[in-house]
């Protein structure tokens, strides 16, 4: 089993849907979570951490739930500039590393 | 807005040459990472580094890698004898205190071995 696992995608939506992601992780003792963007040909971006209390920044919302070992991001209101591929980011205790997710690329039509 | 910075953009090597990439990391970070991409693959952890140590490496960083702080400011990656799989793009990225605050990465250098 990975140790990361996205939905594989594409996503392809209009302007203005609402999209949600999902992610889970197969080690329990992981400890922090992330959602990075990468565009095509470019570094990955933190887009948000991820809290148990669950956390929005403006139309982007993350969420984790730690019993079922899974995190989602949901974006309200999709926009043009939102097409990219989001990297689900999990790192493990006491571990110098970050794992990444396949990643899961959305395309947002006009 | 800080940023990371990789240098060169693109390099094109000889099978079997040796290639140095370089990287500046943000300058109060304390933790640097060293990851690459495969074209059309995932993003995959080589090294981490702090208190001019590794503090983590993968399967992937044998005895043909190596990392280096060689003063202040910058963080390389040497790539010794170098195989047609290393083709790939490399990133460096550095985090404030621990990957548990999220990384910054640089824009990349795209390293092709023919």
């Known amino acids: 089993r990975k140790e990361v696992e996205q939905d594989p995608g594409p996503f392809n939506v209009p302007e203005g849907a609402t999209v949600a992601f999902n992610c889970t992780y197969s080690n329990s003792a992981s400890q922090s979570f992330f959602w990075y963007r990468q565009d095509c040909r470019k570094e990955p971006k933190l887009l948000m951490s991820?809290?148990?209390s669950g956390n929005e920044d403006g139309r982007f919302t993350a969420q984790l739930n730690r019993a079922s070992q899974y995190i989602s991001l949901l974006i309200r209101d999709s926009k043009l500039s939102d097409s990219a591929t989001y990297l689900c980011v999990v790192n493990n205790a006491n571990a110098g590393k970050s794992t990444f997710g396949d990643g899961t690329t959305l395309t947002v039509k006009p | 807005e800080p940023e990371v910075t990789q240098t060169p953009s693109h390099q094109v090597t000889q099978m079997g040459q040796e290639v140095i990439l370089r990287c500046v990391p943000i300058s109060n970070h304390l933790y640097f990472y060293w990851y690459r991409q495969i074209l059309g693959q995932k993003v995959e952890f080589l090294v981490s580094f702090y208190n001019n140590e590794i503090s983590e490496k993968s399967e992937i960083f044998d005895d043909q890698f190596s990392v280096e702080r060689p003063d202040g400011s910058n963080f390389t990656l040497k790539i010794r004898s170098t195989k047609l799989e290393d083709s790939a793009m490399y990133f460096c990225a550095s985090s404030v205190e621990s990957q548990d605050y999220g990384y910054t990465f640089g824009s990349g250098t795209r390293l092709t071995v023919v």
């Open positions: 991820v809290y148990s």
